[in-house]
């Protein structure tokens, strides 16, 4: 549940460069971090996002997989990514072209990831809010934002102020003892 509330593009752009702050494979920051305020964008984002969604519930996902999902009330319907002043698509450079020349990336998946965790811990920094969406498959985000064939995308994240009427569901992390083991 996102509010409306404008968000500055500095506060937007500062947690990106947050972000290209992590550490890649060969220092070759293999991401692409795509900010979009656009309106028009958005309703193209959200309409191809729920027709993948739409499909994803209706036969893609397992029913062992709709149940743990329950808990959360989400469906294929997604009103947060036009609500949400700012959709942000990371996605990961699966190759570089220099002078025309094709380079190569190393540990591209490692290296997004871990921007990924840096961008989410900057938003939240931020006092602002986000969630982790995955349409699957998510190739309608690289048509849609005009991206080179070597950029493949990531992770969507809608980010922007709480509602007021915003609720979080009442979920237990793991414990310690479940999560690491010590080797003193």
């Known amino acids: 549940m996102f509010s409306d509330q404008t968000v500055p593009k500095d506060v937007i752009s500062n947690i990106i460069k947050a972000a290209g702050t992590a550490p ?5 920051q293999p ?11 958005k309703s193209k984002i ?3 996002a729920e027709l993948e969604e739409y499909e994803n519930y209706h036969g893609r996902m397992t029913e062992e997989w709709l149940e743990d999902l329950k808990k959360f009330g989400t469906d294929w319907h997604k009103p947060f990514l036009e609500i949400a002043p700012w959709i942000i698509v990371l996605f990961r450079k699966t190759y570089d072209i220099d002078d025309g020349i094709k380079k190569k990336n190393y540990y591209v998946q490692e290296s997004v990831g871990i921007a990924c965790g840096m961008l989410i811990t900057a938003i939240h920094e931020a006092g602002l809010v986000t969630l982790t969406h995955t349409p699957s498959p998510m190739n ?16 969507l994240l809608p980010v922007g102020y709480a509602a007021e009427e915003a609720t979080v569901p009442d979920l237990q992390r793991k414990s310690l003892d479940d999560i690491a083991v010590f080797y003193e």
């Open 46 to 48: 959200r309409e191809a």
């Open 140 to 155: 309608f985000l690289a048509k849609i934002l005009n991206r080179p064939e070597n950029e493949k995308p990531f992770l």
């Open 24 to 28: 890649s494979g060969a220092h070759k």
């Open 31 to 41: 991401w692409v971090f795509c900010a979009i305020s656009n309106s028009d964008l």
